[in-house]
């Protein structure tokens, strides 16, 4: 599944291609990736201009001049791929992202004033496109269960570490991964965030000192950034807006480089399982401190 640096590339990629174009058509091949209304499609979807892209965690939000929200999760497999005077694939890279469209992986077309289309295709069918009123979508039962944005200007350390008071007896790594807890964060960058902090991963959450959440804080936000800035981080799973795979993974400094040398002291990076998901630590930096 992407993470919040693979969905904010393909935002931006939407942001600037799509805003200002009017959705003249829409068509899906089943209800269970388009799962509207056919009368509020046709009210509040088609005629309507794209006026701005928005993410909230994992979530894209195509906001619409009616008033509503296109809201759409890409799942495991999706693929947001625009043709038009400018051609981009995000999302899985399967030739969907290349050949021509649509495909039978295209599940929704939408087809815009220009002739230009922006095709939702989905392999597996686990994603969706569904419209709501745009004051309804922080409604949504994911939107009020999400955790804060990491990113957003006044996210500081405290408030950081205030999102981890009730899960003071969860391993610091689950309590990362849980996204009611903050939003976006999956396994590469829980792995990144905690060796750049050099903390282990079984650490429990009552165990870390407020200087520790600081710098836990700190290297989140520099690790989510800097993945922005190199298109993403999934090299198997996610290009970037230009159908460019994600640099990323020839930055990061312990995920999937057990047996490596650990870029800081030389040991090798193990792996392990924490929180049901492959772990990579540094077994020198990253000591386990038990509490006594």
Same mark, same amino acid.
């Given at each position: 599944?992407?993470?919040?640096?693979?969905?904010?590339?393909?935002?931006?990629?939407?942001?600037?291609?799509? @805003? &200002?174009?009017?959705?003249?058509? @829409?068509?899906?091949?089943?209800?269970?990736?388009?799962?509207?209304?056919?009368?509020k499609v046709a009210q509040f979807l088609v005629g309507m201009q794209v006026q701005g892209v928005r993410r909230r965690a994992k979530v894209l939000m195509i906001d619409l001049s009616s008033a509503?929200?296109?809201?759409?999760?890409?799942?495991?497999?999706?693929? #947001?791929? %625009?043709?038009?005077?400018?051609?981009? &694939?995000?999302?899985?890279?399967?030739?969907?992202?290349?050949?021509?469209?649509?495909?039978?992986?295209?599940?929704?077309? #939408?087809?815009?004033?220009?002739?230009?289309?922006? %095709?939702?295709?989905?392999?597996?069918?686990?994603?969706?496109?569904? !419209? %709501?009123?745009? !004051?309804?979508?922080?409604?949504?039962?994911?939107?009020?269960?999400?955790?804060?944005?990491?990113?957003?200007?006044?996210?500081?350390?405290?408030?950081?570490?205030?999102?981890? @008071?009730?899960?003071?007896?969860?391993?610091?790594?689950?309590? !990362?991964?849980?996204?009611?807890?903050?939003?976006?964060?999956?396994?590469? %960058?829980?792995?990144?965030?905690?060796?750049?902090?050099?903390?282990?991963p079984l650490t429990l959450v009552k165990d870390l000192s407020y200087s520790q959440f600081e710098l836990l804080f700190t290297e989140l936000q520099y690790v989510l950034r800097l993945s922005i800035e190199k298109g993403g981080s999934t090299d198997r799973n996610y290009v970037d807006a230009e159908g460019k795979k994600g640099s990323y993974?020839?930055?990061?400094?312990?995920?999937?480089?057990?047996?490596?040398?650990?870029?800081?002291?030389?040991?090798?990076? @193990?792996?392990?399982?924490?929180?049901?998901? &492959?772990?990579?630590?540094?077994?020198?930096?990253?000591?386990?401190? #038990?509490?006594?």
């Amino acid at each position: 599944m992407p993470e919040l640096p693979e969905v904010e590339t393909v935002r931006t990629g939407l942001e600037r291609l799509i @805003v &200002g174009r009017t959705i003249a058509d @829409v068509s899906f091949d089943t209800p269970k990736s388009f799962p509207n209304d056919s009368e509020k499609v046709a009210q509040f979807l088609v005629g309507m201009q794209v006026q701005g892209v928005r993410r909230r965690a994992k979530v894209l939000m195509i906001d619409l001049s009616s008033a509503y929200t296109l809201v759409t999760h890409l799942k495991m497999t999706g693929q #947001l791929v %625009y043709r038009g005077k400018q051609n981009f &694939g995000a999302g899985h890279p399967t030739d969907s992202l290349i050949g021509e469209l649509p495909d039978r992986s295209t599940r929704v077309t #939408l087809t815009f004033a220009d002739g230009s289309c922006l %095709y939702f295709n989905d392999q597996r069918k686990f994603g969706w496109m569904m !419209l %709501y009123p745009t !004051l309804e979508v922080p409604n949504i039962d994911f939107m009020k269960r999400v955790g804060p944005e990491p990113l957003e200007e006044d996210f500081t350390a405290a408030t950081f570490a205030a999102c981890f @008071v009730r899960r003071k007896n969860t391993n610091i790594k689950a309590a !990362l991964l849980d996204q009611t807890v903050v939003a976006g964060v999956g396994n590469i %960058y829980a792995d990144e965030v905690l060796w750049g902090a050099k903390i282990h991963p079984l650490t429990l959450v009552k165990d870390l000192s407020y200087s520790q959440f600081e710098l836990l804080f700190t290297e989140l936000q520099y690790v989510l950034r800097l993945s922005i800035e190199k298109g993403g981080s999934t090299d198997r799973n996610y290009v970037d807006a230009e159908g460019k795979k994600g640099s990323y993974l020839s930055f990061a400094k312990v995920f999937r480089r057990e047996n490596l040398p650990c870029p800081r002291c030389g040991t090798s990076i @193990v792996k392990t399982r924490v929180a049901g998901r &492959g772990t990579h630590t540094c077994p020198k930096c990253q000591k386990l401190h #038990l509490a006594k």
